[in-house]
Structures are given as structure tokens and as C-alpha cells.
């Protein structure tokens, strides 16, 4: 190679991207990962165990993270968030959920990444206007309530309901497994407004926490992600205003399909972000442990487990970041975005696995990977469980 040629390829070398950057990302995406790693090793990662036993977050802890600038990621700036594309709001999926308790993240994603996307997408100026602002500051937390103890994955088979009259709407019913539901002030609630319609019935309504009718009731015995309160909520003639109607009367059903497909690409996020932390941990582990005349590391087992799980691992992790550059570009994605979604979620549940086999009995006890192995559980199920995400895809292919 002549002189000017390794001058030039050595000025490209200074020039170039960090190891961790990818082609999606510009230099803003990686400054935001950095800070927001900061923001879990130095606010959260500490109390992170008090939380896990608890059973709660904070509200405290929701103030400050919208303070840092967390939770308006794709709100308008009018109503104080930054408009940002996809892009950032994966970076927040998947660096909270390097948080050593994912109920944490989970919190976090439920109000600004499932909640408020119904808001930003669907609401009026006049009901931007009156919750985005403090919901953007983490000063109000928001719920999802779509989920009943009949209706999981079916959505259309949801029994609550929202009956009009000359107050505005009277809703009837209850709701199970709703995060965030000890810490919300506003509830976004799905109901059927034409029970004679099917999934074509069903209507959106902003239900305010101190509604009268409505309450709350706290659901404990959680297998993980112990740190996101979770609580079932019974409408007993609750009367809501017309103007808490948001979107289209009898689009709700098609409300919640188009935002699933951005929750269903932060849960892949998610399970990247939390799959990376356990794996780091259990190579840092395996370098240690005692083994023989050497350590866990220098057995050929380890090491072929450990470069299988990272190959998967980067695998889910590609397939998710294409499905972010489509979504923003405005591509159809639904099928992709399913693939991701079941594609991170077995993947993620395999390697944790992996890593607490490698732990051996100080896995099994309560630990980092011991409690990443509990928490990663659900994101076979929560989102679209994996087997209507493999309907999904076979739908999208004709089949």
C-alpha cells in the first residue's frame, strides 16, 4: 500500500462511526443512547431491586424522566415533545431496558411508547393540548386498558361498554393486566360503542383516574417485571363527557391495530436492550468462574454457546432495525413487524435462558440474570402473543 494510501485509510479510520453505531442511527441517535444509559446506571439501576420488591415505580422516578427529556419523543413540539422519527423512541426501548428491573422499562413504555401514541395519532387539538403537556413531562402517567379477562389477544372480543346519552358516555365493564394502572392519572379505554358490530363497534375514550364509577384494584403474584404495578379496573356506570371520545366513533379496533405495530417493534427493542445486558453480564461472569485449571470462558462449550447466542442475538437485533428504516419511511409493515416482534421475543427468552444455564446455581437464586429470566417471559405474550404473530405473518403471505 503506497503512503498516500495509508495516510488516506488512516484518516478514514479517525473519521468513522463508533463500533456501536449502525447505518440507521445519526450522530444525535447515539449521543441519545449515551445519555439515556447514563440516566439508567445513575437513576435508576440503584433502586432498581427497592422497586422489583415493592411493586411499584415511583411517581417520582416518572417526573424525572420526563424531565430528561424521555417522554416526548414523537409528540408534536406544539405540545412540548421533540417530533422525532422511530429511530429515537427504539433507542429509549432498548437502552431502559438494559435497567436490571425491566418492570421499570416497562412502565416507562407504557406510558409514552403504548399509551400516549393513541393521543399523538388520534386525539383532538383540544385534548392534545389538555394532557399531552404533563404527560410529556412525566407529571401525569398514562394506562392502556384494552386487555379483559375473555379478550387477550383477541381484541374483538372485549365485553366492555360504552353506551351514549345525553352527558355523553356511560361505560360498563372491567379491564385486566393494565400496566401503569397505581401510578395513572389518564386511562385510554376501549370499549364496545356498537355491540352489534364486532371488532367494527368498538370506540377509544380519555377516562381521568378520579372519574366517578371507576376504580382500581391492585394485582400482585406477578412471575416478573415485578416493578410495573399491573391492576384490574372495573367501570360501574362510569359517566365520561362526549368530548373524552378520542378518534373516530367506531375506529378503535383500527386505532389499536395501527399503533400495535410501533408497540410491537419497541417490545423487540426491549427485548434486545435487555438481552445485551445479560449476555454482557454472563460474559464478565464466565471469565471469572472458577473452572478447572482455568475458568467457565476457556471451555469450548462456553464459548460456542456464548457465539451462538450473540449471532441470534445480532440477528433479531438487523431485523428489527430494518423494520424501523421501513416504518419510517412510511412502508407497509405489518408483516416484517410481527417477524421482529416473535423474532426478538423467542430469541431473547432463549439466550437469557442460555446465560442462566451458564450462571449455574447462582443463576437460579436472586440475581441479575435470575430476574432477567422472569422478566423476559412475557414478551411472548404481551403485544400479540408469538403465535398471532406467526397467523399474522402467514395471513400477509396469502395463506
Not at 141 to 151: D, N, R
Not at 188 to 215: C, N, Y
Request: aromatic share 8%.
Amino acid at each position: 500500500m503506497s503512503a498516500t494510501a495509508t495516510s488516506s485509510a488512516s484518516a478514514s479510520m479517525k473519521n468513522a462511526p463508533p463500533a456501536s453505531a449502525h447505518f440507521l442511527f445519526e450522530p444525535e441517535h447515539d449521543a441519545f443512547r449515551a445519555e439515556v444509559r447514563r440516566f439508567v446506571e445513575n437513576e435508576l439501576d440503584p433502586y432498581s431491586d427497592d422497586w422489583d420488591q415493592a411493586g411499584r415505580i415511583p411517581r417520582s422516578v416518572f417526573a424525572r424522566a420526563g424531565a430528561a427529556g424521555l417522554f416526548g419523543l414523537s409528540v408534536p413540539k406544539a405540545y412540548g415533545g421533540i417530533d422525532a422519527d422511530c429511530r429515537t423512541s427504539l433507542v429509549m426501548a432498548e437502552e431502559t431496558s438494559r435497567c436490571r428491573s425491566r418492570g421499570v422499562a416497562m412502565g416507562f413504555g407504557a406510558h409514552a411508547g403504548i399509551a400516549m401514541p393513541h393521543l399523538v395519532r388520534f386525539g383532538t387539538d383540544e385534548q392534545k393540548q389538555r394532557y399531552l403537556p404533563d404527560l410529556v413531562s412525566g407529571v401525569w402517567i398514562a394506562a392502556l386498558a384494552v386487555t379483559e379477562p375473555l379478550a387477550g389477544s383477541n381484541v374483538a372480543g372485549m365485553m366492555t361498554s360504552a353506551t351514549r346519552n345525553d352527558r355523553g358516555w356511560l361505560l360498563n365493564g372491567e379491564k385486566m393486566y393494565i400496566t401503569n394502572s397505581l401510578n395513572a392519572d389518564l386511562f385510554f379505554v376501549a370499549a364496545k360503542s356498537d355491540p352489534t358490530a364486532g371488532h367494527r363497534g368498538i370506540s377509544m375514550f380519555l377516562v381521568e383516574r378520579k372519574t366517578p364509577g371507576f376504580q382500581v384494584e391492585e394485582l400482585r403474584g406477578k412471575l416478573g417485571r415485578r416493578a410495573s404495578d399491573t391492576g384490574h379496573l372495573t367501570f360501574t356506570n362510569c359517566q365520561i363527557p362526549a368530548d373524552r371520545l378520542l378518534g373516530a366513533e367506531n375506529q378503535g379496533f383500527y386505532q389499536i391495530m395501527q399503533c400495535f405495530e410501533n408497540e410491537r417493534l419497541m417490545i423487540a427493542g426491549g427485548c434486545i436492550g435487555a438481552t445485551d445486558m445479560v449476555l454482557e453480564e454472563t460474559q464478565r461472569y464466565v471469565k471469572q468462574r472458577v473452572m478447572g485449571a482455568g475458568t467457565l470462558s476457556d471451555m469450548q462449550v462456553t464459548k460456542q454457546r456464548l457465539g451462538k447466542n450473540a449471532m441470534e442475538l445480532e440477528a433479531a437485533r438487523q431485523l428489527m432495525y430494518h423494520c424501523a428504516w421501513r416504518v419510517m419511511r412510511g412502508i407497509p409493515s405489518l408483516k416484517e413487524v410481527a417477524m421482529a416482534k416473535a423474532l426478538a421475543s423467542e430469541t431473547a427468552f432463549r439466550v437469557i435462558d442460555d446465560c442462566l444455564q451458564l450462571h449455574g446455581g447462582s443463576g437460579y437464586f436472586d440475581s441479575v440474570v435470575e430476574r432477567a429470566f422472569r422478566d423476559i417471559r412475557l414478551d411472548r405474550i404481551g403485544g400479540g402473543a408469538t403465535e398471532v404473530m406467526y397467523e399474522i405473518i402467514a395471513k400477509q403471505m396469502g395463506l
